[in-house]
């Protein structure tokens, strides 16, 4: 994917969630990491150019985080209509955010590991990209914690519990599988990426 054609799908997709979203803190909370984080690939492209997997990941993340902006993530339409099928007892499009808050991270950290050979094993490289992406997700946690303290209850479309009394455990849980499936299944054709660039 070409950079211009990556700016653009990326514009795109901020500026429609932005139009009359459900909640305008909320949005704000849930679009800002994928802002900050195009801020950073800016700022690192020249010095540090990431492989065109990891670029295309990080814009589907962006845009799993700006629908959840938009309608905030108890409230996707789509989501709803499964939960209508499936008879689930909530929304459950908060939970394909955060195993992309796993496996996204997963294939970032791997390539920052691999690239300034942090570790030689990839045993022991595969056990600490899954830890950081784990420790990140918990910190994550603490952040959203921290905000509904501060905010009150206009942080409960943020948080997206939905009444779920093991939503913090779940969400950490569903990022732990997204970084063991991006290390066990995306290693190889990431590696063959990396080569290209080292």
């Known amino acids: 994917m070409g950079k211009w054609l990556w700016i ?17 803190f909320t949005w704000f909370l849930e679009v800002l990491p994928a802002i900050i984080g195009v801020i950073l690939l800016a700022a690192t492209r020249q010095r540090f150019p990431l492989t065109p997997l990891l670029y295309a990941l ?6 799993i985080l700006m629908v959840g902006g938009h309608y905030t993530y108890a409230e996707v339409p789509f989501f709803d209509t499964l939960t209508e099928w499936f008879g689930w007892a909530r929304n459950n499009y908060d939970k394909v955010g955060h195993f992309a808050q796993g496996f996204v991270p997963a294939v970032l950290a791997r390539e920052i590991l691999i690239r300034l050979s942090v570790v030689k094993s990839r045993a022991w490289m595969n056990l600490f990209v899954v830890s950081i992406c784990l420790a990140f997700s918990a910190f994550y946690e603490l952040i959203e914690w921290w905000v509904a303290l501060a905010s009150g209850e206009d942080a409960s479309a943020f948080l997206g519990t939905q009444g779920y009394i093991w939503d913090t455990q779940s969400d950490m849980f569903l990022a732990l599988i997204g970084a063991i499936a991006a290390v066990t299944c995306m290693a190889k054709f990431h590696d063959r990426q990396l080569e290209r660039i080292v």
């Not at 653009?8 to 305008?24: E, M, R, Y």
């Not at 990080?58 to 845009?63: A, D, E, G």
Request: proline share 4%; hydrophobic share 55%; no cysteine.
């Open 58 to 63: 990080i814009l589907v993340h962006s845009l």
């Open 8 to 24: 653009t799908i990326f514009v795109v997709g901020l500026v429609w969630s932005a139009i009359d979203p459900k909640d305008q």
